[in-house]
């Protein structure tokens, strides 16, 4: 089992900046893939990005170039960059950890990035 918590997100205006991230609990955090993935009202959820344990990572075209998704291994956690905010990027944004072998999958309770002026 992994419980996933995300920080808050919060209100941010078009081109500013905001760090997400988010603190998987349990062992064998570089046993499952991280990414994040993000729902607007109205739309399915869609993936922002995701990173492997060994690090390599990979972005919807949306977000390239302006969001970079990184881990700590030593605190367990992922992170999600977010810079040139947009306000179609505002959304819920969810966690979310898979398994690399038995792809066992876990969420987070989602956090709110409003992008509004």
Same mark, same amino acid.
């Given at each position: 089992?992994? =419980?996933?918590?995300?920080?808050?997100?919060? *209100? #941010?205006?078009?081109?500013? +900046?905001?760090?997400? %991230?988010?603190? /998987?609990?349990?062992?064998?955090?570089?046993?499952?893939?991280?990414?994040?993935?993000? =729902?607007?009202?109205?739309?399915?959820?869609? *993936? #922002?990005?995701?990173?492997? +344990?060994?690090?390599? %990572?990979?972005? /919807?075209?949306?977000?390239?170039?302006?969001?970079?998704?990184?881990?700590?291994?030593?605190?367990?956690?992922?992170?999600?960059?977010?810079?040139?905010?947009?306000?179609?990027?505002?959304?819920?944004?969810?966690?979310?950890?898979?398994?690399?072998?038995?792809?066992?999958?876990?969420?987070?309770?989602?956090?709110?990035?409003?992008?509004?002026?």
């Amino acid at each position: 089992q992994v =419980q996933l918590v995300e920080s808050v997100g919060g *209100l #941010v205006q078009p081109g500013g +900046s905001l760090r997400l %991230s988010c603190v /998987a609990s349990g062992n064998s955090f570089s046993s499952y893939f991280m990414g994040w993935y993000r =729902q607007a009202p109205g739309n399915q959820r869609e *993936l #922002v990005a995701t990173i492997t +344990s060994i690090g390599t %990572s990979n972005y /919807a075209d949306s977000v390239k170039g302006r969001f970079t998704i990184f881990r700590d291994t030593a605190k367990n956690t992922v992170y999600l960059q977010m810079n040139s905010l947009k306000p179609e990027d505002t959304a819920v944004y969810y966690c979310n950890a898979r398994h690399v072998r038995y792809g066992s999958e876990y969420w987070g309770q989602g956090t709110q990035v409003t992008v509004s002026s």
